[in-house]
């Protein structure tokens, strides 16, 4: 059995694979890694093989990969952005300073289907644009919606966010009005981007969204989009496969 780890920056996402047998782990917030594991380990079997692409940092990745190795006797394979892989070219000056979950987020979404725009609404939204050519042209990072909410809560008082319609309208109570308001204002710079982009980009290349936070968004969204949840576990597997 082979085991795929997505390592977020507030969350840690696995999946299990054996042969054409694919079994969705889940998804675990925190940081205290010995029950992050324990969770992630609980419902496998033998495992043969571990494959991690991970944004928690060179710390968190050593404690990570010994906690797996002491309970599966089994050392974890790293994969981190590079200058070029599956052509696909970074733009970045620094390669290594991509988040690999952005980085392996537009391998899938290129090998799949050529020019892509991939939205990841998770602690962070980015943007990111791959041409018909692999180049990536770079990208935008942004709060998501749950630092936005932190950020406004932290110097306010009494106000407590209320769940509202999928499409943004007029709050009728401070609640409503602060998640509308910042749904709305997260949609907008999305729309606002996609728009530029296919001015740059193939008109018919795809919108692909990911992220924990993309059905809170997607149901706003005016433009055409694939929602792919596991879009960093299935570039993660890509690359895997071609190693092993």
């Known amino acids: 059995m082979k085991l795929f780890v997505d390592v977020g920056n507030t969350a840690l996402k696995w999946r299990f694979r054996q042969g054409e047998k694919v ?5 675990r917030h925190g940081r205290d890694w010995p029950v992050v594991i324990d969770t992630l380990l609980k419902d496998g079997g033998h495992i043969e093989s571990i494959w991690i692409a991970s944004v928690a940092g ?3 990745d050593a404690e990570i990969a010994n906690l797996l190795a002491e309970r599966t006797g089994v050392s974890p394979c790293f994969y981190y952005s590079c200058a070029e892989d599956f052509g696909v070219r970074s733009c970045y000056p620094e390669p290594r300073k991509l988040g690999v979950d952005r980085w392996v987020a537009m391998i899938e979404g290129y090998q799949c289907y050529g020019a892509s725009i991939i939205i990841d609404c998770g602690s962070a939204l980015t943007i990111d644009a791959v041409d018909g050519k692999g180049r990536f042209l770079g990208g935008y990072i942004v709060p998501g ?3 936005l909410r932190t950020a406004l809560l932290r110097d306010t008082s009494d106000v407590h966010i209320e769940p509202a319609a999928a499409r943004p309208a007029l ?3 401070t609640g409503e009005c602060v998640h509308n308001g910042l749904l709305r204002m997260s949609v ?3 729309t606002e981007v996609v728009v530029e982009l296919r001015q740059v980009l193939e008109d018919t290349c795809k919108v692909l969204v990911t ?5 809170k968004l997607t149901g706003a969204f005016q433009f055409e989009f694939l929602h792919m949840p ?3 576990l299935d570039g993660l597997e ?4 071609r190693q092993q």
């Open 171 to 173: 709050g009728r109570s």
């Open 211 to 215: 992220g924990g936070d993309a059905p």
């Open 188 to 190: 907008a710079f999305v």
């Open 58 to 60: 060179p710390s968190a």
């Open 145 to 147: 919606l749950g630092m």
């Open 23 to 27: 079994e969705q782990g889940g998804c």
């Open 230 to 232: 596991d879009l960093v």
């Open 238 to 241: 890509r690359v895997a496969a």
